[in-house]
């Protein structure tokens, strides 16, 4: 069963405006991670959020987590065409930790 | 370069047939983990280990089999391929005090 379930299933938007993801799950974390995929590629991490921790940034990344409503947003600011790409969130569950469940993912993409 | 290497890239592979895809990395990471990857259904966990002579099972462990001989080597086993098991394979690994996932490229499998 999927733990994350993503919104939107895709997303096309013109290079310099942001994009904005959103992530849902189901049971308690430890913590929630983000994860770009490229086409034909493998999965690079992009940022971790712990289950105390509420909004994290990193460069034109900003991350939110609300636990209490079990979601998390992947803010991306100025967006550029090599944004382009699928992303994903991933729960360390609090019941099986250190084993990612992955969301279905976002597909951005970015026209120039 | 430190990171996960997989092989084969691709292959094709005739139902029955028995097949390793080989996963290696360099980090010395003590878990380590295989996902598939199918459209509409993102990346299933299909066994994992904690580390070196461990292993778990994952959400879809059926039809295949892994073992952990030492630290740097995971690889994971089908032991009589069929059609459904057409998929992305992707082997992963992780820093247990830093949570996050480092990910292979992936081998591209194709049961006929």
């Known amino acids: 069963s999927q733990q994350g379930e993503e919104d939107p299933q895709a997303l096309s938007i013109q290079e310099g405006e942001n994009a904005t993801m959103n992530c849902s799950y189901k049971?308690?974390?430890?913590?929630l991670q983000w994860y770009r995929q490229n086409s034909g590629r493998g999965l690079v991490h992009l940022i971790l959020?712990?289950?105390?921790?509420r909004e994290k940034h990193s460069g034109r990344l900003r991350v939110t987590l609300d636990t209490s409503k079990k979601s998390s947003s992947l803010l991306i600011t100025a967006s550029r065409a090599a944004d382009t790409a699928s992303y994903f969130c991933?729960?360390?569950?609090?019941?099986?930790?250190?084993?990612?469940?992955f969301g279905q993912g976002t597909t951005l993409q970015v026209k120039p | 370069i430190a990171g996960i290497t997989q092989a084969p890239t691709s292959q094709i592979l005739a139902a029955g047939r028995r097949m390793t895809l080989r996963c290696t990395q360099d980090?010395?990471?003590?878990?380590m983990y295989w996902y598939r990857q199918d459209l509409g259904l993102g990346l299933r966990l299909i066994h994992y280990?904690?580390?070196?002579?461990?292993?778990g099972k994952g959400e879809v462990p059926d039809g295949y089999s892994v073992s952990r001989a030492n630290t740097d080597d995971f690889p994971l086993t089908l032991a009589s391929a069929v059609p459904s098991q057409t998929s992305v394979y992707f082997c992963?690994?992780?820093?247990?005090?830093?949570?996050?996932?480092?990910f292979g490229s992936g081998t591209r499998l194709t049961v006929v």
């Open positions: 992963a690994s992780s820093d247990q005090d830093r949570g996050s996932y480092t």
């Open positions: 049971t308690s974390i430890n913590n």
């Open positions: 959020i712990r289950s105390n921790e």
């Open positions: 991933a729960t360390d569950r609090s019941s099986n930790t250190g084993k990612l469940i």
């Open positions: 980090m010395r990471h003590n878990a």
């Open positions: 280990s904690n580390t070196a002579g461990t292993t």
